[in-house]
């Protein structure tokens, strides 16, 4: 018997070394985007550790950004590799496609072009990941992919604050792993300019570092193409004491006078040193958003002066080889067909009623609008309007380029809201995609700052709404999302903790506060008596309690909710294997969200204090809560500021905000804090008020 189990003990052993039996178990991988067809047929022999060698028979090296392979050879003899690639723009696939196929001991990748060989690595690079993450062998597969949409870049916007500049780095390696191709960067100061020294914030990246970035980006086929404000939004150039003279109205920095030449001398001149700065970018984005100028009381419509400024920055882009982008918001405002893009309410015979009456103002105006210049329709809220695709299909039917724009963030605090707008980041990327168009825009606007690690998961949302469409529901992306990002371990839905965290968030704005005014405070008079709720008076001891029991349990829900929240980020923190600091960040969020609240429960037990003994003990409590207020703050700032420029320079010049953007109102990184600096100095105010009227007494 003895011999038996030894025998059996011998075979098992050998089992186990020889096939390595326990890695044969078939793993579960999920990619994004999500490719057109994705098959898998078992288990092959290969683990990551595997692949050592690869081949081209061109003897063409992998292209950079292939450090996740390790120290990978090329060897000459084909039998040798594991990984095999070549590209054959014959190939019967689109652009940028590719075909990746592992058999047993094989990885074979067949790219249309580089940007297909690049997406088929990047694949690879995820089912990498899974392998490893589920300690299995890769799959036996094969996918075929492909874009659905051409372009599919993201928006930087550096208006109020930059990033370090590895993490752009980073960065832009992460966007090639998920098949982005673009970025517009909205440079604003943060260009250290030749033509116009003045302009340049003293922390903007140098003409020589935005080269060597966008450089790195064409490597990964991704290019950078900068976003360089006019007619309007030009509060950055205008709030100098230099540039006062071009103002459209002198009292107000927000836009140039498009009838002085000037104007255009100082706006070519961004234009230079931004397209030098930028050389491989195939667009020229000049904005002119939200602005209506009068030429300084010239008599000339808005409309007329606007057209005429876009038909001479628009010679300057064709000038420079470069296809203008145009924001057009404000030629069909002008002209009355601009609401019914927001109002998805309206049935198709409304809209078509609106646009009846008004077409002929835009008809007017037809003979003015440049052939060269992309129209980009941004809707971030309602891109399902039929009226938002009656003004595309308008663009198209009369001869005009025309690009959407969606949104990963508009106006939100501390993080996107509305499920990071998935469902209408995907419903314009389907209809841009069902009506045929080129491209699609992310923007990613910094009026509210938000840390860019929580922009990411709509990123990657809209990488792979663009690149596939809806072959997955946003239940199945959310999973999907978890997978790639942290782990497989903490792909299941009890780690769902964003979209919880939303909720806190919006409350959190205003919770100290008399209605929306987080965005006001600074410029009040009396921000105590105008933007902040009252405190409780010791001759009307309860009233204050009952008077906010509704923010009382609201604050209560808030706290309960960010416990749960927390434990969830501290599970995931334990188990993820990547991307640990975006953890870090929402656990920064997540913390301040929960804090604000137990001010207001402080102050309950305040109101009820029946004794002095009882107001002294809740007084103390505040003091407490107060230095614990200033250590979260801390630790808030440590972890921001270890990607981003977190404080302005000092001697940096704030325009006139016209906006109230919470991020342009300081210097210092103090304006994500405004309410609750202002209400503990509130407090303390009225308890030394107390404490004197007691000694009085």
């Known amino acids: 018997m003895n011999i038996f189990f030894k025998i059996l003990f011998f075979a098992a052993t050998n089992l186990f070394f020889s096939c390595n039996f326990f890695a044969l178990k078939m793993g579960d991988f999920k990619l994004l985007p999500t490719p057109q067809n994705f098959q898998i047929n078992g288990v092959s022999n290969l683990q990551t ?38 590209i054959n723009p014959g190939i019967k696939i689109k652009d940028e496609g590719y075909t990746l196929k592992i058999l047993k001991e094989k990885i074979i990748i067949k790219a249309k072009d580089k940007a297909g060989l690049i997406y088929g690595l990047a694949s690879l690079e995820q089912l990498m990941e899974d392998s490893e993450d589920q300690a299995v062998n890769l799959p036996i597969c094969e996918i075929k992919d492909y874009p659905l949409l051409t372009y599919r870049p993201i928006h930087l916007d550096l208006k109020h604050h930059r990033e370090t500049l590895e993490y752009y780095y980073d960065l832009i390696d992460e966007l090639k ?54 007619l309007g939004h030009a509060s950055f150039v205008l709030k100098h004491e230099q540039y006062k003279n071009l103002r459209d109205d002198l009292e107000s920095d927000w836009a140039f006078n498009p009838l002085d030449t000037k104007t255009y001398k100082v706006q070519y001149n961004l234009y230079e040193d931004a397209l030098e700065a930028l050389p491989h970018g ?41 296809i203008p982008i145009f924001w057009d918001d404000m030629l069909l405002k002008q002209v009355g067909v601009y609401r019914p893009m927001f109002q998805p309410e309206r049935s198709k015979k409304e809209v078509d009623s609106i646009w009846n009456k008004n077409e002929y103002k835009l008809k007017e105006f037809l003979p003015l609008l440049p052939k060269n210049c992309v129209y980009m329709r941004w809707n971030y809220h309602t891109p399902e309007a039929y009226g938002n695709t009656k003004v595309i299909e308008w663009y198209r039917d009369n001869g005009l380029q025309v690009m959407g724009a969606t949104a990963g963030q508009t106006r939100w605090v501390l993080m996107p809201q509305r499920e990071g707008n998935l469902k209408q980041i995907r419903d314009f990327a389907m209809s841009s995609i069902k009506t045929g168009l080129q491209g699609l825009l992310l923007t990613l606007w910094d009026d509210d700052s938000p840390h860019f690690e929580l922009y990411k998961r709509g990123i990657i949302g809209f990488a792979n709404d663009t690149w596939s469409g809806g072959k997955i529901s946003i239940t199945e992306f959310k999973k999907a999302y978890r997978q790639r990002v942290y782990s497989i371990r903490v792909a299941s839905p009890e780690f769902a903790f964003i979209d919880q965290l939303e909720t806190p968030v919006a409350e959190w704005k205003n919770i100290l506060l008399k209605g929306n005014k987080r965005n006001y405070l600074m410029k009040m008079e009396n921000p105590y008596e105008e933007g902040l709720i009252e405190l409780p008076k010791l001759k009307n001891l309860g009233y204050w309690t009952e008077k906010f029991k509704g923010r009382i349990k609201l604050a209560e829900n808030m706290i ?8 969830k980020i501290k599970q995931m923190q334990r188990m993820a294997s990547r991307n640990k600091y975006s ?28 004794n002095e003994e009882q107001r002294i003990t809740a007084s103390e409590k505040i003091s407490f809560l107060k230095k614990e207020f200033f250590n979260l703050k801390d630790r808030f700032e440590e972890s921001y500021s270890k990607t981003r420029i977190i404080h302005k320079p000092k001697e940096y010049i704030l325009d006139q905000d016209h906006h109230h953007h919470l991020a342009n109102q300081l210097h210092s990184f103090d304006w994500q804090f405004t309410a609750e600096l202002l209400m503990f100095e509130k407090i303390s105010d009225q308890l030394k008020v107390y404490r004197q009227n007691e000694t009085d007494n």
């Open 49 to 86: 550790e595997d692949i050592l060698f690869f081949y081209n028979p061109n003897k063409k090296n992998l292209p950079p950004g292939s450090g996740f392979l390790g120290n990978i050879k090329r060897v000459d003899v084909e039998e040798n590799a594991q990984l095999i690639f070549t």
């Open 177 to 230: 792993k998920y098949k982005i191709n673009g970025i517009i960067a909205e440079v604003e100061d943060k260009i250290e300019y030749k033509r116009e020294s003045l302009i340049g914030s003293s922390d903007a990246f140098s003409i020589n570092d935005w080269q060597k970035l966008s450089e790195y980006a064409k490597e990964r086929n991704i290019s950078i193409s900068p976003l360089v404000q006019g």
């Open 282 to 322: 195939k667009y020229l984005h000049i904005g002119g958003d939200e602005v209506k100028t009068t030429g300084r009381n010239s008599g000339k419509s808005a409309l007329e002066l606007q057209l005429m400024w876009l038909n001479k920055v628009c010679k300057f882009a064709e000038e420079k080889g470069r």
């Open 560 to 567: 309960l909710s960010c416990d749960s929240i927390s434990s």
């Open 583 to 610: 953890l870090e960040i929402y656990e920064r969020v997540n913390e301040l969200v929960g804090f604000t609240p137990k001010l207001l429960l402080l102050l309950r037990l305040f109101d009820q204090a029946q």
